[in-house]
């Protein structure tokens, strides 16, 4: 069983569309999970994190972690052309020097107008 | 310049040639990554650099070789690559205690013929 599992896509959805993006993972050592938000020929960028259990919002976006079902979620709200990107989720379990991110391969939405 | 930058941005380079990516972080962290991000494999971490000692070689063959100079900058060396090299070369930052919340570069596309 791979460490993170993320469906791999790609969606398709209309503009105002309610987008809901899964990661699972197997480690329970997970304690910081993370999206990133990668558009074409960009480096990630760091939408949001969480730590532990329990749900983190900014604006439209959505993060929720259930650890005890090792599952976390992105929610994208009345979603727009411009969050057409790949999604990808990341994990961070260990600290000082083990310490490093575990990736999810990445889902490509893409928000039709 | 902010955040954190990469040149070049784009490399082609035969199997035998010797060329050297270049990372610079204007963010004052202390903590600097390569990644190697190749189509539907997740980002694979290669080496970490934290308070300029490297922590992690993720198994990275040694054609690849890095070089932290200081805080801010880090170089990836690269000489005899193979075909199945090419990839998209990502440099990330963070503060050493913070390994969680990790900023991206554009990344250099690697061709190999």
């Known amino acids: 069983q791979k460490e993170v599992e993320q469906d791999p896509g790609p969606l398709s959805v209309p503009e105002g569309a309610i987008v809901s993006l899964n990661c699972t993972y197997s480690?329970?050592?997970?304690?910081?999970f993370m999206w990133y938000r990668q558009y074409s020929r960009k480096g990630p960028e760091l939408l949001m994190y969480?730590?532990?259990?329990g749900n983190k919002e900014d604006g439209r976006f959505t993060a929720q972690v259930d650890k005890s079902s090792k599952y976390i979620s992105l929610f994208i709200r009345d979603s727009q052309p411009s969050d057409s990107a790949t999604y990808l989720c990341?994990?961070?379990?260990?600290?000082?020097?083990?310490?490093?991110?575990?990736f999810g391969k990445g889902i490509t939405l893409s928000v039709r107008p | 310049e902010t955040g954190v930058t990469q040149t070049p941005r784009h490399l082609v380079m035969g199997m035998t040639n010797k060329k050297s990516l270049k990372c610079e972080q204007h963010?004052?962290?202390?903590?600097m990554y390569w990644y190697k991000q190749s189509a539907k494999k997740p980002l694979e971490l290669m080496f970490v650099?934290?308070?300029?000692?490297?922590?992690e070689n993720n198994s990275v063959p040694s054609r690849f070789s890095p070089e932290c100079p200081n805080s801010s900058h880090l170089f990836l060396h690269l000489h005899t690559l193979q075909p199945e090299d090419s990839a998209l070369y990502l440099c990330?930052?963070?503060?050493?205690?913070?390994?969680?919340?990790?900023?991206f570069g554009p990344g250099t596309r690697l061709t190999v013929t």
């Open positions: 990330a930052s963070s503060q050493a205690l913070r390994m969680w919340e990790q900023y």
């Open positions: 480690n329970s050592a997970f304690q910081y």
């Open positions: 969480t730590y532990s259990s």
């Open positions: 990341a994990m961070e379990g260990e600290t000082g020097a083990n310490s490093k991110l575990t």
């Open positions: 963010l004052g962290h202390n903590a």
């Open positions: 650099y934290s308070l300029e000692e490297r922590v």
